[in-house]
């Protein structure tokens, strides 16, 4: 692939108007920077899916089987009668447009088959011809669409432009969540191995080895050590967390970039300090080193598959019951589909928090906390010493990440512990916060730098409201509780709003955390000086 390069008059004259072209026309242009790469054969292997081959979406030939139609349909006709939502979504539409301008992909690229109601239209119109009796007699007068190619390579680049965010169906009448639509899409396409690689390698090293980056045992036990030496050097106090120990009262899942990824790691010397400082009873685990679950954007049955290990590392440990770290879609699936997929766990307490008696009653199935919860409730009780002066270098705001938001109402949590552990905290419009959060533009498997088009005009709208704190307040930095968020928001921003940095929540918390007996500190837990300490610290 050749990369053009515009001068400044060919970039002020490109025309935003988009071309007039009859939608039910399939049509795509595979351009550099709006796709992702197919899947490794390797890794398709390893997690033994069909149709293994070398191919790639920019080839006129896909190498599909011969059948490959069949596959689909039956494919389709199966989670119709399985999925009655699907079926509802095919067919309560009413086309009001509701929901056209709400996807920051819409917003952020101007294709109109990036609106939801069109991108589901994508799915619906062949749902139609196939399985409807007007669509069958008509076709296209009832707005059935055959099944071809073209609308197969359609679906793989629209439905790899969502992020399964689920901001559309906020503003929906009848509630369609297009996400659903698009995981739908997914697994069909994945049926006849059309898949895409940021996703299925990534599986692939969580059924290897635990965790999505492929971190061996050993390694994981290292980093988890290396965190804890760290720590060391900037509190002065040695914690000692433990990995695979049986009988721990607790289970602590993070997604694996929280011991790996800038910044996650801060965020991770966070959760370190913390436990460390309350005297909790925790323990990781090397086989479940990774909460995330690459599975939610493959199919249904990856994402079984993938999770089934954490209730089978608690139950072998042990343990109480489960905290889970800070993470977007590991949380999605842990609240709305785990008890269902692998519970009950009955083997498991109803989480209840050993520093103040609480009871997280809204864990009573799954039981497992999310750590935000866990922490707002001992500042609740006035369990910690905190200095939220510490974090006076930085204005802050927060992203409320589309799952925790969206898919589990955790909106309240971050703010009351932001706002207990820093003192310059800033609020982005309303309209683009809570339930209502723009995406980051790269989540459900697209954060590759294969498709960075996409993600920089995917992340447009949530960049223009930081944008709008940064001009506004000065905020220098955008607190999230997510994994994709840290490892996708820093570009994001370096493109729109340079100048703001990503952290994570517990970052925050654990700079804040006066530990008992620690040495004077002087730094922050990313090595900038704590305010006033500025000439002992050198960077
Ligand atoms: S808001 Fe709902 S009913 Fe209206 S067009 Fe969008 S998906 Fe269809
Ligand atoms: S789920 Fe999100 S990315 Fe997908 S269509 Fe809806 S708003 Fe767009």
């Known amino acids: 692939m050749s990369e053009k390069h515009f001068k400044p008059e060919e970039l002020t004259a490109i025309g935003y108007q988009p071309r007039r072209r009859d939608w039910m026309d399939p049509h795509v242009e595979f351009r550099r920077g709006t796709f992702n790469y197919s899947a490794n054969p390797k890794s398709m292997e390893y997690l033994g899916l069909p149709f293994v081959r070398k191919w790639q979406p920019t080839e006129d030939d896909w190498q599909l089987p011969s059948n490959w139609k069949e596959i689909i349909l039956e494919g389709l006709r199966e989670r119709i009668h399985k999925f009655r939502s699907l079926r509802i979504f095919m067919d309560i539409c009413v086309r009001c447009g509701a929901c056209a301008d709400k996807c920051h992909f819409y917003i952020g690229s101007g294709d109109p088959k990036n609106m939801p109601v069109l991108r589901a239209e994508l799915l619906r119109s062949v749902y139609r011809k196939d399985f409807t009796t007007a669509g069958k007699i008509l076709g296209k007068m009832a707005g059935g669409r055959e099944l071809t190619v073209p609308v197969l390579k359609e679906w793989f680049y629209y439905f790899y432009q969502c992020t399964e965010c689920r901001r559309c169906s906020v503003f929906c009448p009848y509630g369609i969540d297009t996400a659903e639509i698009t995981i739908i899409g997914r697994e069909l396409l994945n049926l006849v191995g059309i898949g895409i690689d940021w996703i299925t390698t990534p599986a692939a090293n969580c ?28 509190t002065g106090i040695k914690v000692n967390p433990s990995v695979n120990r049986k009988g721990a009262e607790v289970l602590f899942v993070v997604p694996s970039a929280d011991y790996f990824g800038d910044p996650h ?33 493959h199919s249904h049955e990856m994402m079984k598959r993938l999770n089934a290990k954490i209730y089978a590392e608690a139950k072998r440990l042990g343990v109480k019951y489960i905290i889970g770290g800070e993470c977007g879609h590991m949380w999605r699936v842990l609240h709305q589909y785990m008890d269902t997929m692998n519970g009950p766990a009955d083997f498991l307490e109803v989480p209840k928090s050993p520093v103040t008696g609480t009871v997280f009653e809204n864990a009573r ?14 500042i609740k009780n006035r369990k910690l010493k905190l200095a939220p002066e510490r974090n006076d270098s930085y204005k802050v705001t927060f992203h409320d990440s589309c799952n925790p938001a969206r898919a589990m109402g955790l909106l309240e949590e971050p703010r009351y512990i932001l706002k207990s552990v820093c003192n310059h905290f800033y609020e982005m419009p309303e309209n683009t916060i809570r339930e209502q959060t723009f995406c980051c533009g790269s989540g459900s498997g697209l954060g590759t730098d294969e498709n960075l088009e996409m993600r920089l005009r995917g992340g447009f709208p949530r960049a223009n409201a930081v944008k709008y704190v940064q001009q506004n307040h000065g905020v220098n930095l955008l607190v999230c509780i997510c994994a994709i968020d840290k490892a996708t928001l820093p570009p994001l921003m370096d493109f729109w709003a340079p100048g703001v940095a990503v952290a994570g929540l517990h970052e925050l918390v654990g700079n804040a955390l006066m530990m008992k007996g620690e040495k004077e500190r002087e730094a922050d837990f990313r090595g900038a000086p704590l305010p006033g300490k500025e000439e002992k610290v050198h960077v």
């Open 365 to 378: 199935s799954t039981k497992m906390v999310h750590i935000a919860e866990f922490t707002a409730d001992l």
């Open 265 to 297: 790691y801060f965020g991770f010397l966070g959760y370190l300090a913390l436990f460390h400082e309350i005297g909790l009873d925790y323990t990781f685990s090397a086989f479940a080193s990774e909460g995330g679950n690459f599975g939610l954007f």
């Open 207 to 234: 059924f290897r080895t635990g965790n999505h980056l492929g971190i061996q045992p050993h390694g994981f036990k290292d980093s988890v050590d290396f965190a804890a030496d760290d720590l060391e050097d900037i």
